[in-house]
């Protein structure tokens, strides 16, 4: 089965900086494109960023743009997103997705656009 497994969450204060890993079993990285998304206590799952199937593409929310870069390690199953100055308002469960059947290109950003998620990792960042 196709299993995403994230990592790297943790407590940090705001303005410092985490690097989030998603490893993915039963798919090699290049047929799927890969999301993170963040679900924060009360609210409903929001977009953060996608990396295409290539890796050659990448799509940011605007609350990420600027700040955060998502990658890939070429030629393994493994995806990251660096955080960098973080916020309270950064506090959140984090999840990867991966979307299948999907374009080489194609940088989706809505939830149902994706089939196998993980099970999300604490990021929870103090004043």
């Known amino acids: 089965q196709v299993q995403p497994v994230e990592s790297g969450g943790g407590l940090v204060q705001a303005g410092n900086s985490l690097r989030l890993s998603c490893s993915v079993s039963g798919l090699t990285f290049s047929v799927y494109a890969m999301g993170w998304f963040r679900q924060a206590p009360g609210k409903e799952r929001e977009f953060v960023a996608a990396i295409s199937r290539s890796g050659g593409r990448t799509n940011y929310a605007d609350s990420a743009k600027g700040r955060w870069t998502i990658t890939r390690d070429i030629g393994k199953n493994r995806g990251y997103l660096q955080m960098n100055s973080l916020k309270p308002e950064g506090t959140a469960v984090y999840f990867c997705?991966?979307?299948?059947?999907?374009?080489?290109?194609?940088?989706?950003?809505?939830?149902?656009?994706?089939?196998?998620w993980g099970q999300g990792t604490q990021v929870t960042v103090s004043s």
């Open positions: 997705a991966a979307a299948v059947q999907v374009g080489v290109s194609s940088l989706p950003q809505g939830p149902a656009d994706y089939s196998f």
